[in-house]
């Protein structure tokens, strides 16, 4: 159980928990945030895994901050990331309304998301700010969360946590009449719906979050038929008795680009009363109903997101079993009993993540890196038990699946390491 450290500076080094690796797995991509919570990094980096050595890929600037970095699936290499205001004095300081999305390929940047937050607003570009952006499976779009500000100003509560989709329909260039208005190189929408005051025991939810592409190439319906695209996130519901419940969700979404720009039932830009809504076609369904478990609802600690297998037959999330330990489970896109992977005597303590065979899935768990068997629930550790034990932000395996990305907190500094992924006993034969 042998483990290599790649970073050795001074300072904290940040993984996201998903596609941090390049495609040819020979590249980390990280941030150096002095916290996940924190946000005041300078500069997006990536790390080789072989000679260790270290490039800077962007460095803010004007007052701004940058954070959350991902990598598209494909080469060469696309990286986006969090990017706070510039001139935060004049635009405002980062929150969560107050950021967006920034693209860099060949040491050239660029706003994924156009903002527009003076009336009358622009279809296709954001109100507000967005977050952790995933490209999909292919590389050809993105998801995040997003946080508007026009409704922040009108009320907090109304400035509902939601999901949100960029594809490459073309340039968005809204008028700009405000420091804060831009351009970005995406169409962007929200996808999810929420309501500020979901009625007790029906599927209404008031926040959308930690979302997954499902399926590398979506999933089969029940008719055999393939849904291309589609995001799993969590969803707030409240119970009958008005109790909080995080369940899992599943939004269908249009197979043309040009699809997300067809408004549904409401404006896709919003309104100074309502949030953006969702394009024509979108279909959004609760998939998990455990709010007459004995733990009911997903958990919040570890933070993780919901991840689905390869092939998209599966979601995993965290829940608590009867027992109140943290575990792995699965649901299918179509709906039905979510089944237990896992049953470890003690709590997963992170994210986790899928190997590329779709048979195996890594996370903390007895502080130890531990890759689990998917069809037995069996866990093979792969570090040794550590105190303290390995930072729950993000365990991520390679693309080419022969090692795990995670991270260590080394005295006051947060360090990147990776473990060696053993083979299935098929492959040693």
């Not at 159980?1 to 040819?24: C, G, S, Y």
């Not at 022969?402 to 034969?429: D, S, Y």
Request: with cysteine; glycine share 8%; charged share 20%.
């Amino acid at each position: 159980m042998k483990e290599q450290q790649l970073t050795f500076a001074p300072r904290h080094h940040q993984l996201t928990n998903i596609n941090v690796w390049t495609a040819d797995s020979q590249w980390l991509a990280y941030d150096v945030r002095p916290s996940g919570a924190s946000f005041t990094g300078l500069t997006i980096e990536r790390v080789n895994v072989v000679s260790g050595a270290v490039e800077v890929l962007y460095q803010a600037q004007h007052g701004a901050h940058v954070g959350v970095v991902t990598v598209s699936p494909d080469l060469p290499p696309r990286y986006v990331f969090i990017h706070g205001p510039e001139h935060p004095e004049i635009q405002g300081k980062y929150d969560f309304h107050h950021r967006r999305g920034v693209i860099v390929q060949h040491g050239r940047a660029e706003n994924l998301d156009a903002c527009d937050i003076t009336p009358p607003f622009t279809a296709g570009a954001l109100r507000g700010g967005s977050h952790v952006h995933v490209f999909s499976p292919d590389g050809s779009r993105l998801s995040f969360t997003y946080n508007d500000q026009v409704m922040r100003q009108r009320d907090v509560a109304e400035d509902l946590r939601n999901v949100g989709v960029a594809v490459p329909l073309h340039a968005v260039c809204p008028p700009k009449q405000h420091p804060r208005e831009y351009d970005g190189s995406h169409y962007c929408v929200l996808v999810s719906r929420t309501c500020s005051a979901p009625r007790p025991g029906s599927d209404e939810i008031n926040r959308a979050y930690e979302e997954g592409w499902v399926g590398q190439q979506g999933y089969l319906r029940a008719d055999g038929s393939r849904q291309r695209w589609a995001l799993a996130f969590i969803g707030d519901t409240l119970s009958a008795g008005g109790e909080k419940v995080p369940e899992v969700f599943l939004v269908d979404l249009p197979e043309k680009n040009t699809d997300f720009a067809a408004a549904g039932d409401r404006p896709l830009q919003g309104t100074l009363s309502q949030m953006p809504a969702p394009p024509r076609g979108v279909q959004q369904k609760r998939l998990t109903f455990t709010d007459a478990r004995r733990w009911p609802g997903l958990v919040s600690v570890p933070r993780h997101w919901l991840r689905s297998s390869p092939d998209g037959s599966a979601i995993a999330f965290l829940m608590r079993d009867d027992a109140g330990v943290v575990q792995l489970w699965t649901v299918s896109p179509l709906g039905g009993e979510p089944r237990q992977v896992t049953h470890a005597a003690s709590d997963i303590q992170s994210a986790f993540s899928w190997h590329p065979d779709g048979q195996r899935l890594a996370f903390v768990c007895d502080n130890q890196v531990v890759v689990c068997d998917l069809a037995s629930g069996a866990l093979r550790p792969i570090t040794a038990r550590s105190e303290p034990a390995p930072v729950g932000d993000a365990v991520v395996f390679s693309p080419d699946g022969k090692r795990v990305a995670f991270l260590r907190e080394c005295g006051e500094w947060r360090q990147i390491f990776i473990a060696a992924v053993p083979p299935l006993p098929a492959e040693q034969a």
